[in-house]
């Protein structure tokens, strides 16, 4: 089965801004006085500093008042030798990132640790809260809100905070929305990025619909820099595309294309099993699409794509149903059944979410591509969790299912340094919990949509 078988507005910043950017923003970073004191725990948070239990020990107690005012969370249920080990840790971080208010230069993952020992070295950065399409589990059909342009950061502060963020020790960059390519300047957004693999970033990604994403638009992005894009497409059925997405069936053939575009531009890296530049998400839910699993397997087999079976989740808008989730299992169960040559990827990176599922390496399969599985539901990887999440609005969210933020969109207008932003990015990692908070109990905590996270 080929790709073939089945056939808005824009946002834009208030100025445009060039490829040398990235660099400009770096040397003035290295240049701005580093003087003033950090900012309380939580100062400029939208959520509330989390209480803490009394200890028989009078020195443990008082420790453990420390970590409370500083914004930590200290985890009763674990044993006393790990939580003193996760304070001693803790404590030297802070340290070193008070030893380091008073200069541009900062240790490299000090920062982005959080009090679980998670090295938060991924970053996906939200352009836009727009997008061309209403995906059913994406929005409610009549939209959601938009931001004020005034609310959301320009170009020029979204590369100060990506060029803070390769400091500090970030190595991977996301795109997303909203659907990034509504962007006027996204080119010269994707290029300014590029430069800052100069200064330790060595994976520039995006996440798209794929609508606009014609083939002179993914040469451009790859000229720019991009090296790895996710195109979302839910059918292969052009008629079933336009209600699940509430636009035109004729969008669909576009998908496609954009899909074939991108796989002769950034094609995979490796032989057969090696993990493709592109990648399909396929939200999968129960009644919709959950019936075309084989036919998406069958797109994996004859592409140098990933197709990732991704777990229906809810977010305010989207009236999750829990019948409508296809749990991990049962998607496995199907795609092993209709292609068991495929096994399960040694080479998968703790912190990547995709369970990946190709060819052993070396083998004569003519299965092109691969599989993976994204199961935030019904097997959460929270554990290994390294991802921080900077909204359109430049809010900081450490966790996809949190409702706490931190504005750092605030903080760059009111005029603090890159140190004292530091500290708040380090002082919200510090109060990221363990894990989210469960499937029986995420359908009803307030959160944002998933248009406005950004997925």
């Known amino acids: 089965t080929s790709l073939m078988m089945s056939s808005s507005s824009s946002s ?43 200890d028989s020990d009078d020195d443990a107690r008082a420790m453990r008042r420390r970590w409370a005012e500083m914004g930590y969370e200290v985890d009763t249920t674990v044993g006393n030798e790990q939580r003193q080990r996760r304070q001693i840790h803790q404590q030297r971080r802070h340290s070193q990132q008070q030893q380091e208010i008073n200069s541009a230069e900062f240790s490299k993952d000090a920062y982005l640790t959080d009090s679980f020992a ?14 061309n399409l209403r995906c059913e589990y994406c929005m409610p059909v009549e939209g959601v809100p938009l931001s004020p342009d005034g609310n959301l950061m320009t170009a020029e502060e979204t590369m100060r905070l990506a060029s803070l963020f390769v400091r500090l020790g970030v190595t991977k960059i996301r795109l997303t929305g909203g659907e990034p390519t509504v962007r006027r300047d996204i080119v010269q957004i994707v290029e300014g990025l590029g430069n800052l693999q100069k200064h330790g970033l060595q994976s520039l990604a995006m996440t798209t619909n794929g609508v606009k994403l014609t083939p002179r638009k993914v040469a451009q992005l790859a000229d720019a820099g991009l090296q790895r894009v996710n195109i979302s497409l839910d059918t292969l059925d052009a008629n079933k595309f336009e209600k699940l997405a509430r636009r035109p069936a004729e969008w669909h053939p576009r ?13 995979a890296t ?6 493709a530049n592109v990648k399909v998400n396929v939200v999968l839910m129960g009644g919709s699409n959950d019936d075309e699993i ?5 797109l994996a087999r004859d592409n140098r794509v990933d197709v990732r079976f991704i777990e229906y989740m809810p977010f305010t808008g989207n009236r999750f149903d829990r ?4 749990s991990f299992d049962d998607t496995r169960r199907r795609v092993l059944a209709h292609a068991p040559e495929l ?6 990176d703790p912190s990547e979410v995709g369970k990946s599922y190709a060819p052993p390496p070396g083998s004569d399969s003519r ?89």
């Open 12 to 54: 834009s910043s208030s100025t445009s801004f060039s490829s040398s950017l990235a660099s400009s923003v770096v040397s003035s970073s290295s240049s701005t006085q580093e003087q003033a004191s950090a900012p309380s725990p939580t100062h400029n948070t939208k959520s509330s500093s989390q209480g803490v239990d009394d």
């Open 118 to 131: 998670r090295v938060h070295n991924y970053l996906r950065i939200s352009l836009t809260e727009r997008c």
């Open 255 to 267: 998908v496609v294309d954009a899909i074939h575009a991108a796989s002769a531009r950034l094609g």
């Open 270 to 275: 490796g032989g057969v099993g090696a993990r």
């Open 294 to 298: 084989e036919d998406f397997v069958d």
């Open 323 to 326: 019948e409508k989730l296809v």
């Open 343 to 348: 096994v399960r990827s040694a080479s998968d």
């Open 367 to 455: 299965f092109a591509g691969s599989v993976s599985f994204v199961t935030s539901m019904t097997q959460p990887f929270c554990g290994d969790c390294n991802r921080v999440r900077l909204l359109a609005d430049g809010s900081l969210k450490v966790c996809l299912f949190g409702n706490a933020e931190v504005s750092l969109r605030d903080a760059m207008r009111r005029g603090d340094s890159d140190a004292q932003i530091a500290s708040l990015i380090a002082e919200a990692l510090g109060r990221k919990k363990a894990r989210h908070a469960g499937l029986d109990a995420l359908p009803h905590l307030p959160n944002r949509s998933m248009i406005q996270i950004g997925g």
